[in-house]
């Protein structure tokens, strides 16, 4: 396809992209430059870079960036791990079978995530379930702390998250060739060489997919944080998200909230970039 063929079927997308992304993030920059409150919206004051040199100097911006950390290194291998494990086990069922199990898996992903969050959080309160085996086991009340509140706000992210990881290694594993595995049984190959050998690296690109996505969707969480936390700082459970929408809301430094979110779309892209470049190279490579 020639290049000014390729731009004029391209040019819509690129207008809608500046539109929807560049221009607002070049208004969000000037807006961090701003000393801007809820009193003085119509006429903030220029500040220079003060904003964001004070989100990179504020402690509970790092705090709430090494719990998104935390939440990350924890739950995205874990959604991985266990959604490639049941594509795995779903492959080896009949198609109704299959289907009923994929009916129930997909049940977290379909729930609106703030009613999925209460759902997941009745299972802990006085009357529900856990509590009550917790009691039953521990002879103890389960009770909410900084290292529980954590603590479900990571399983709860591998509960919701997962089905997302299971249908995309499903679907990649339906597209791998049978007579390779039938080669391979025959020159004596068990399952366990198979998955290693044959199956992981078909997959490849699709986990490196994944992974991409889950790392953005991990830097927006905020719904699981604000419902199981109820934005309590007792719990020290603070997001990146949940602790931008605290600086604009409550403490209604908008010029602040707009600086940080200008450097967690930096740092974004710092952890996407090498991703993505990767991911092309591999690409080039199988071609």
């Known amino acids: 396809m020639k290049r000014h063929i390729f731009f004029?079927?391209?040019?819509?997308?690129?207008?809608?992209?500046?539109?929807?992304?560049?221009?607002?993030?070049?208004m969000a920059i000037w807006l961090g430059m701003n000393y801007m409150t809820y009193a003085n919206i119509n006429a903030p004051q220029f500040v220079g870079l003060k904003n964001y040199i004070d989100v990179l100097g504020d402690p509970q911006l790092w705090r709430s960036f090494r719990f998104t950390l935390l939440y990350m290194a924890i739950a995205i291998p874990m959604q991985m791990i266990i959604g490639f494990t049941m594509a795995l086990l779903l492959d080896q069922v009949s198609k109704f079978t299959r289907g009923v199990y994929l009916s129930i898996f997909l049940l977290p992903f379909i729930i609106v995530p703030v009613v999925g969050t209460l759902m997941f959080k009745q299972l802990f309160e006085p009357s529900g379930l856990f509590n009550w085996l917790y009691r039953t086991v521990l002879d103890e009340k389960f009770r909410?702390?900084?290292?529980?509140v954590k603590t479900l706000i990571i399983l709860y992210g591998i509960w919701y998250v997962t089905p997302f990881a299971l249908v995309t290694y499903f679907a990649g594993i339906q597209t791998l060739s049978q007579d390779l595995l039938e080669a391979s049984s025959m020159d004596g190959a068990n399952r366990w060489q198979k998955i290693r050998h044959i199956i992981i690296p078909h997959v490849r690109s699709l986990t490196i997919m994944i992974l991409l996505i889950s790392l953005m969707d991990s830097y927006r969480l905020f719904d699981s944080v604000f419902v199981l936390s109820e934005m309590n700082p007792i719990y020290k459970a603070d997001?990146?998200?949940?602790?931008?929408?605290?600086?604009?809301?409550?403490?209604q430094r908008l010029?602040?909230?707009?600086?940080?979110?200008?450097?967690?779309?930096?740092?974004?892209?710092?952890?996407?970039?090498?991703?993505l470049v990767q991911s092309y190279r591999e690409q080039t490579k199988e071609r």
């Open 8 to 26: 004029k079927f391209a040019a819509p997308s690129i207008f809608m992209m500046t539109a929807l992304m560049v221009i607002p993030l070049i």
């Open 144 to 148: 909410y702390t900084e290292t529980t």
């Open 239 to 251: 997001t990146i998200m949940t602790y931008n929408f605290d600086v604009a809301i409550t403490v």
């Open 255 to 275: 010029g602040k909230a707009n600086a940080m979110s200008v450097l967690t779309v930096i740092g974004i892209m710092v952890i996407l970039i090498p991703n």
